[in-house]
């Protein structure tokens, strides 16, 4: 079992790491919890005690545990330190080496790999030392977690918001990963989320994909090291980390960009496409008389269009959204689309939208079905398993 040290930084957004401590001991992650003085404004020792069944260590002072140097044992037992939410305090004493009390005697002690998610107000974070401390902790060797950008406690709008806890969670079991940096040099394209396809000026035909599995596994794969292009359809979720976005709309929208996205060494096509579109309406469709005629058309099939095109990725991996017969239905689009796997799940529960998927894995081979796990934990096995893929058929 993994171990990762948490250090719970002053903030309002210490609230969050009560969710992160909980999504990582449902992945199967032992936490160890340090609590700062601040932090201990916002949360309780009591609350991150009963979260990760650990105890919370809040001082360098403590007897019991400095007569046996805790803070040097604290340090090394991990095999991750996460500072969340790091505060712009607490990263400039980082980056100076400061070691006045637990948490920056520990990150200073520490031989274990450090990962930082901020959470300050834009205008600290924009701010030109901040931005020198970021500077040089990245220099040494700190992983930085960029933050969300969005409305904020303070009733400002900008980057500076922690990312939310799914997000850092994927941040840590890809640093966790054996896997981790053996994407680099790649390029991988990803689609996520679904398309809208016009009926008139405010009305669409279109579908429950919240896009959140897409957007987990384009963020698992970029902590892999890879570069990822993500081309997302017209949903509100935060950009992971190291990926560049092309927000669309329609299914035409969405096939112009995959193209134009090419060449890519895979493509992961998890996209909920609408299949088809109709001719919108200039104005909007009034009530009354005579039903509208809506015509529809079919939207090209991208998956189909990408496996079978010139420019085919070395791995081209669909989705299979489904409510029955799940994997007989995987296995004939498999076939039929020319992927190499299929990525099927039942979505007649709480899938769309949820936090969590169950996912069987169609190929050639066979299929290789996966208990249920949080999306983030989908996310991350199918990284590795894309990476382990490519870099057998490594030219």
């Not at 309002?12 to 032992?30: D, N, P, Q, T």
């Not at 260590?57 to 500072?83: C, F, N, P, Y």
């Not at 017969?325 to 099927?344: F, M, N, P, S, Y």
């Amino acid at each position: 079992m993994k171990k990762v040290l948490l250090i719970v930084g002053g903030g309002i957004a210490a609230y969050k790491a009560c969710e992160l401590i909980r999504l990582m001991r449902k992945a199967g992650i032992a936490v160890r919890c340090v609590l700062t003085e601040g932090g201990a404004q916002f949360v309780t020792p009591m609350t991150l005690a009963a979260l990760s069944e650990a105890p919370v260590h809040t001082s360098l002072w403590d007897l019991k545990d400095e007569a046996e140097m805790g803070h040097i044992q604290l340090s090394r037992e991990a095999d991750l330190v996460v500072v969340a939410p790091a505060t712009a305090d607490l990263l400039a004493r980082m980056a100076a080496g400061i070691a006045d009390d637990l948490a920056t005697t520990l990150l200073l002690a520490t031989d274990k790999p450090v990962l930082a998610a901020p959470a300050m107000n834009v205008r600290m974070w924009e701010h030109a030392a901040t931005r020198r401390n970021v500077a040089q902790l990245t220099a040494d060797g700190v992983t930085i977690l960029p933050p969300d950008e969005g409305p904020m406690a303070c009733g400002e709008y900008g980057p500076g918001r922690l990312p939310e806890p799914e997000a850092i969670l994927a941040a840590i079991q890809s640093a966790l990963s054996p896997q981790r940096g053996t994407l680099a040099g790649r390029h991988i394209l990803v689609t996520a989320g679904p398309t809208h396809e016009p009926i008139d000026p405010v009305r669409f035909l279109g579908n429950r994909s919240s896009g959140k599995q897409g957007f987990a596994i384009a963020g698992a794969l970029a902590a892999l090291g890879a570069r990822v292009t993500l081309v997302a359809g017209p949903v509100t979720l935060p950009t992971p980390p190291g990926v560049t976005r092309i927000d669309v709309e329609t299914a035409l929208a969405m096939a112009d960009a995959v193209q134009a996205a090419l060449p890519a060494d895979a493509a992961i096509m998890v996209a909920a496409v609408a299949d088809w579109r109709v001719g919108a309406a200039a104005h909007k469709i009034k009530k009354g008389g005579a039903l509208p005629d809506l015509k529809l058309v079919e939207n090209p099939d991208i998956l189909a269009t990408v496996a079978k095109g010139p420019a085919r990725p070395r791995l081209v991996v669909g989705f299979a959204a489904e409510t029955d017969q799940v994997i007989a239905h995987a296995e004939a689009k498999l076939a039929r689309k020319g992927a190499d796997w299929i990525v099927a799940n039942d979505v007649s529960g709480a899938v769309m939208g949820g936090d969590d998927n169950s996912v069987h894995i169609v190929s050639a081979a066979g299929v290789d079905s996966w208990p249920a796990l949080t999306k983030a934990e989908v996310a991350r096995r199918l990284a590795d398993r894309i990476a382990t893929t490519l870099n057998e058929s490594r030219p």
